[in-house]
């Protein structure tokens, strides 16, 4: 069996959060990031759609952490569209080093007169968009892991080019003081799917089928044909069907 999948997943725990997504493709949101390069962790916030590149075999305890709705898409249509595997750095290993000191260099000290960055200095941080540690703490719904290992998540990203919006990242301190403006930035971002990209729709447990299937007739009447609605209902799988089956 292979170690990844052809299909890249997007769980949310929250229902009505699925069917905006099946309603009006995902909308990029900032999220909170937090990377110990060398010494102290560093945390900002990143416009972003993330998913997981794990097969359906073995997602039991990506559900239980992240939550029990998700959508999966073709990784064709990942390439398409863009998005790029998630680099997971150790710390303290000579590429965090490394990457650290080139970002100081290249970004933090050498900004334009007018404290802008060049299109070139972007490019240097935009890598920090991508890089997640290899091994730190997960704290999801109150519960922290310790030493959790994120790159069993094989996650991959998409992140908005910078030279759409130029807030590539926010630092912590400066999201806390002006979050909503940020978030306005991103209002009308969407990352954009089509009923030959979706694999899987994946929802609680098996009373909800009959919701969803009236939501994708309801949402998607007028932009999908009725054949594509159809095949999409075959689609939908549980939670509780890839936990007991899977």
Known sequence: ???????????????????????????????????????????YFVPMVSFCDIPLSEIKA?????????????????VRNRLNPVLYIAKGSHLAESYRDAFIH???????RDGKLTDEQKS???????????????????TTIKN????????WRYVPPFKIVYDMFVPQDQYEKEGQ???????????TFEPNDIKYIIINDEDEIGEFIDHL????????SLHDIERLTTRILTSAQIEQDI
């Open 148 to 155: 959790y290992r994120f790159s069993d998540e094989r996650e």
């Open 106 to 112: 290249y970004t933090a000290r050498s900004k334009r």
């Open 181 to 191: 403006h940020f978030d306005d930035l991103l209002t009308d971002l969407r990352l």
């Open 124 to 142: 240097v941080a935009d890598i920090v968009r991508y890089i997640k540690n290899y091994e730190a703490d997960l704290t999801r719904k109150g």
């Open 62 to 78: 990506h559900i239980s952490k992240y939550g029990r709705y998700g959508i999966g898409l073709t990784k064709e249509w990942a």
């Open 217 to 224: 007739r309801h949402t998607k009447g007028n932009k999908y």
């Open 1 to 43: 069996m292979p170690l990844s999948a052809n299909t890249l997943i997007h769980f949310t725990d929250e229902k009505e959060n699925l069917k905006a997504i099946l309603q009006e493709n995902f909308r990029v949101f900032n999220c909170r990031e937090e990377v110990n390069f060398t010494k102290g962790p560093v945390r």
